[in-house]
């Protein structure tokens, strides 16, 4: 069989996914089972070939498992076997990991789909704050109102307890009480606590966990108008003080009862009735209780500062990462009545943005990356590319880059329009849409009758222009050359189209031309150059 640890399924008795592999085999037997049919991730494993063992020999498989738990909690790892009996494998039976009691069968587990929006749920020690977690066979777990403790009233069950797929009881919900309905007479009343000296902790089943010697108000709020409140307790420990607050602004509405220096005896329930018969109860439990020392788990993590008020009920330890790591973990821990905190000391890991790659083919260039906090990632284009965006970003305190992952765009002239009378010879090849890429050349030519005036070859530069303007093909006439005993006026060594040339015969000559040349635009003279000739054969 696989050695891997995906998601599996067993071929009997399987209620719970599981992550399987077979670990070790034993109980030889002459006449057994075939291949069990374990599947992972919905597909069967096949034996290898020579690594498989001969399971028609064996009567027992025993594989480690993962069942399904809250996602909070990590994998709830198991020993599991199956057995061969009477040709069929039956199973699996698990246990505990590190447990070495008896393998029991697997049961369905229980969700909880929705709770209550103002309802707090714990388990194994930990705050569960989503819907729909798994909870194994025998799961038990905390419910209360959240804190203040005594603003809102449990109905129900504080304790579920899972059976094979079946809570022990309905999930319970909170009612508000008198504060967050503005006193109503038919609300419960509110039940607010003050320790002047001491400590406490909330429990995770909703009550008050307080430290010997501790001194204890607990606080009935109700208008005074509307009657009086009455305090009733469970303990038989002796009498305590009730009666209205005496301060001007508290008398009014507080009904307090008091308990001063706390000792063990005083632990009960303590229940405020209104005149209408509506109540709110605190359950108190006074215990001694000295959690762990956080010291060793501050030194080993160098870069975790904590602030610890002390280790003994109630007292609380807040932790904090430098600049550049981030808090794994919950910051803020109670001492509870259990001797444990109220959650793992959280650790600090450092602050990272995820690495970033430049496309293949898109012309932008990676030439710096420090993934940590403050550090850079710095981009550049390759050569005939345009950045858009900024060419460096930062990674934040959120382990997200400052920006977005600029983009380079190719860099193209348009095509370059010929001049007239004159046309291009392309010395690149521009794309299908007729442009040009950078470092392309293009040169012009002028028709014979026309000269070129500006640069021959121009280039497409990294601006997205061409270098030069195209150049311009001026028709024209070339030197028509002296005529003979004769000169001409202007000497130039092009005319342009227009121009007009004059005549001027040697002494003794004469010309018969009576109008002067004029430069045509298809290069000729009109009329033609004229020659000069001896005045006596005219």
């Known amino acids: ?47 290898r070939p020579g690594a498989a063992p001969d399971y028609s020999t064996l009567s027992e498989v025993k594989f480690p498992a993962e069942l399904q738990s809250p996602s909070v909690l990590g994998p709830d790892r198991r020993l599991c076997k199956i057995k061969c009996i009477g040709g069929r494998w039956v199973g699996p039976l698990c246990r505990p990991e590190q447990d070495q009691g008896r393998f029991q069968p697997l049961l369905r587990s229980c969700t909880l789909d929705m709770f209550p929006l103002h309802l707090v749920l714990t388990y194994k020690n930990t705050t569960i704050t989503t819907n729909n977690e798994v909870f194994p066979h025998n799961a038990e777990v905390q419910l209360r109102c959240r804190e203040p403790l005594g603003l809102y009233k449990l109905l129900g069950e504080s304790r579920l307890q899972c059976n094979n797929g079946v809570w022990s009881s309905r999930v319970p919900s909170c009612i508000p009480t008198t504060v967050l309905t503005n006193y109503t007479e038919d609300s419960p009343p509110t039940i607010l606590v003050r320790i002047p000296s001491g400590s406490a902790s909330v429990e995770p089943s909703g009550s008050l966990a307080v430290f010997p010697g501790s001194i ?125 905190w109220s959650s793992r000391v959280p650790h600090c890991e450092p602050i990272r943005c ?143 189209s227009g121009d007009k040339l004059q005549v001027s015969c040697n002494a003794g000559f004469v010309s018969p031309l009576q109008t002067s040349p004029v430069c045509k635009e298809d290069g000729s003279w009109d009329p033609p150059m004229p020659n000069c000739t001896d005045y006596t054969e005219v």
């Open 1 to 47: 069989m696989t050695t891997g640890s995906r998601q599996g399924s067993l071929p009997h008795g399987s209620t719970n996914p599981l992550r399987t592999h077979v670990r070790r085999t034993a109980e030889w037997k002459g006449v057994g089972c075939p291949p069990p049919g374990v599947s992972l991730n919905g597909s069967r494993v096949v034996p």
């Open 216 to 340: 204890l108000h607990l606080e009935c709020l109700f208008p005074r108008k509307t009657g009086t409140p009455e305090w009733t307790w469970t303990s038989s420990f002796r009498q305590y003080l009730t009666g209205w607050a005496i301060a001007a602004e508290e008398r009014d509405w507080k009904y307090r009862l008091s308990i001063y220096y706390t000792k063990p005896q005083d632990s009960g329930v303590f229940t405020c009735a209104s005149p209408r018969g509506l109540t709110n109860s605190i359950t108190l439990r006074i215990t001694a209780v000295h959690c762990e020392s956080l010291d060793r788990q501050l030194e080993a993590d160098k870069q975790l500062k904590g602030r610890v008020e002390g280790t003994r009920l109630g007292q609380s330890a807040i932790f904090q990462c430098p600049v550049g790591f981030r808090l794994n973990g919950t910051a803020n821990l109670t001492c509870q009545a259990s001797g444990e």
């Open 354 to 496: 995820p690495q970033l790659e430049a496309a293949e083919g898109s012309g932008l260039q990676l030439v710096e990356q420090n993934t940590s906090y403050g550090g850079r990632a710095v981009f550049n284009c390759a050569f005939g590319y345009r950045m858009s965006g900024p060419p460096g970003l930062e990674c934040e305190l959120d382990g997200r880059w400052s920006g977005l992952v600029p983009n380079c765009s190719r860099i193209q002239c348009p095509p370059p329009v010929a001049p007239q009378h004159g046309r291009v010879v392309e010395e690149s090849t521009p794309d299908d849409a007729g442009v040009y890429s950078v470092g392309a050349v293009v040169q012009f030519a002028c028709l014979t009758h026309a000269r070129l005036f500006g640069e021959a070859s121009i280039v497409c530069t990294e601006t997205g222009f061409w270098s030069q303007p195209a150049p311009l093909c001026k028709p024209g006439c070339e030197y028509p050359g002296e005529p003979d005993n004769g000169l001409l006026a202007p000497l130039k060594f092009w005319y342009e």
